[in-house]
């Protein structure tokens, strides 16, 4: 047997779950949402920023370069992760790892350096805490995914 049969052999004998690509397009559009909520803190006006409450000006007036640097790497790392994840890429690994990173550094300046907790209390810890939460499981899937020969 060729090599190339014999890789295609292995192929046909690898059955994808179907709820993988389900879960891809999740994951696709989840991080979509995310380059969206970038897109709108780097537009924000400072009328926009004049309207909210004093503490919140604030946080947005002492946001250091090296968060939204941060964000920046989150978002579009996972992108990038979760459409290689779509289309069973391997390197996907790298860029998710890559992206959960960025969500950690951004998020280490949200929970210990700024006052984001005591301008917006437990509740707004929550979606950072998802953010984080949905970050681990892509890694996990996607290391999943390699293992169990889903990849390309």
């Known amino acids: 047997m060729t090599e190339q049969e014999n890789k295609e052999s292995t192929a046909e004998t690898i059955t994808i ?24 803190q780097m537009m924000i006006t400072p009328e926009i920023i004049a309207e909210l409450p004093a503490a919140e000006q604030e946080l947005y007036a002492n946001i250091p370069s090296w968060v939204t640097a941060a964000f920046a790497v989150a978002v579009f790392a996972g992108t990038l992760g979760s459409l290689l994840l779509l289309l069973k890429k391997s390197l996907s690994t790298a860029l998710l790892s890559l992206s959960l990173i960025g969500v950690l550094v951004q998020n280490f300046y949200s929970f210990f350096i700024s006052k984001a907790f005591e301008v917006n209390g437990p509740a707004g810890m929550i979606m950072p805490i998802v953010v984080i939460l949905f970050a681990i499981y892509l890694i996990w899937l996607s290391k999943k995914a390699q293992a169990q020969g889903w990849f390309s």
């Open 17 to 40: 779950p179907s709820w993988f690509k389900a879960v891809a397009i999740i994951a696709l559009i989840w991080n979509i949402l995310g380059v969206l909520a970038f897109a709108g």
